[in-house]
């Protein structure tokens, strides 16, 4: 964190304007150089391989990158010490890998008989939650089916006092290969053995209590802790809540997307809101107190005489957190719109005549109007003149 950050279409050595295909491109080509597999235990290179990868995924995805457009890392920043483990992306890298490293790894990359440990899939989740538990973050329960090493058999799948025998097919490699004659001479096709499906083990005496799966499925309830500023489509990742791995791999995680359900009056753009506020032709007019709803709470602002409609006001740091600091707050606009009354009494009515007559604000009296007793001082239209003649 105290190194500085590098600007991330000078990591993928595009332009802003790099399209999809350029962005792929561009990463391939760095990934293919600076990945783990190819530079073992060279550390300069993992790093410029997960400078690459962040780069890409943010820039890959159109609304990340409008973010980072816009803000910079600031957009993203400060994941380690958020809450929770909150990823800021919401970035999977296991589909980043799957999309890219399919063809440069001839694909499998992460099933079949690799035989060596492999992280287990991440698994997703979708929780929804309010404009305000957006706004200042919540926990949540979320209930979900988690396979867990079956104990009765350790998670061989075999039943207890029985092992697993080596597949026969295949000799315990999960492949057989296939020789046939073609036009072009021999071919060999590699295939996932049909008797194993892969695994190399043939269970002959299921485990009764996971039926030879090796797993037991059960509900769980996972507490989520969804920090302040979260916005809708965004996710937290929780570590090790995802599908278990094989051979000794970690679990893969849980990425929970949050839903925000919309409110009735505030409207976000990122860390501000939006929202319109009505003021009655009186406070417009007069200027005076008016209580606004904000995520807050009721504040009462100060409305100016002579506010017209659709004046548009700043309420200072009552919008969203910042996800990376809380204590940071976007502003609130609000749309002030002055009501015109209806329903009035007969006396209110009166009253207005009264203001009418008496202020002059009659744009074109009508002759013979009832209000019409007094000439009236108006500016314009040469009808000063008149009124002085
Ligand atoms: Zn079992
Ligand atoms: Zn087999």
Redesign the pocket.
């Given at each position: 964190m105290a190194d500085q950050k590098r600007d991330y279409y000078e990591v993928l050595g595009v332009d802003k304007n790099a399209d999809d295909a350029a962005l792929k491109k561009a990463y391939r080509a760095l990934a293919k150089q600076y990945h783990p597999d190819m530079n073992p235990g060279d550390a300069e290179a993992e790093k410029k391989f997960k400078e690459a990868s962040e780069a890409y995924a943010v820039l890959s995805d159109p609304e990340k990158k409008q973010k980072y457009d816009q803000f910079g890392h600031a957009a993203f920043d400060g994941g380690a010490g958020g809450a929770g483990g909150f990823d800021f992306s919401g970035m999977d890298m296991g589909d980043i890998f799957g999309d890219i490293f399919g063809d440069i790894f001839g694909g499998g990359r992460r099933r079949g008989p690799s035989n060596g440990p492999v992280r287990g899939a991440s698994l997703r989740a979708v929780v929804r939650i309010s404009f305000e538990e957006a706004a200042f973050g919540v926990e949540k329960e979320i209930e979900i089916t988690l396979k867990d090493d079956?104990a009765?058999?350790h998670?061989t799948?075999a039943k207890p006092g029985t092992t697993p025998e080596t597949c026969s097919k295949c000799g315990g490699k999960g492949k057989v290969v296939y020789t046939q004659q073609s036009l072009f001479g021999m071919m060999q096709n590699v295939q996932t053995c049909p008797d194993c499906h892969g695994s190399g083990k043939m269970i002959k005496d299921k485990?009764p209590?996971?039926r030879g799966t090796?797993y037991i499925s059960n509900r769980k309830t996972i507490k989520v802790a969804i920090p302040a500023g979260i916005d809708n489509g965004q996710s937290v990742r929780i570590r090790d809540k995802g599908e278990p791995g094989t051979n000794g791999g970690p679990r893969g995680d849980l990425l929970v997307e949050v839903s925000v359900t919309r409110h009735p009056i505030f409207q976000r753009q990122d860390m501000n809101v939006f929202s319109s506020a009505p003021i009655s032709f009186a406070q417009a007019t007069l200027g005076g107190e008016v209580r606004i709803n904000t995520i807050d709470g009721d504040v009462v602002y100060e409305v100016k005489p002579g506010t017209q409609t659709d004046t548009k006001i700043r309420l200072k740091s009552k919008g969203i957190p910042s996800l990376r600091n809380k204590s940071i707050r976007g502003d609130h606009y609000v749309t002030l719109v002055v009501q015109v009354p209806t329903g009035l009494s007969g006396e209110a009515k009166e009253a207005l005549r009264q203001f009418d007559a008496v202020s002059g604000a009659t744009l074109t009296p009508v002759s013979g109007g009832k209000t019409e007793e007094k000439p009236t001082k108006r500016k314009g239209f040469g009808r000063k003149n008149k009124d002085e003649s």
């Open positions: 079956c009765t058999c998670s799948g485990c209590d996971c090796g």
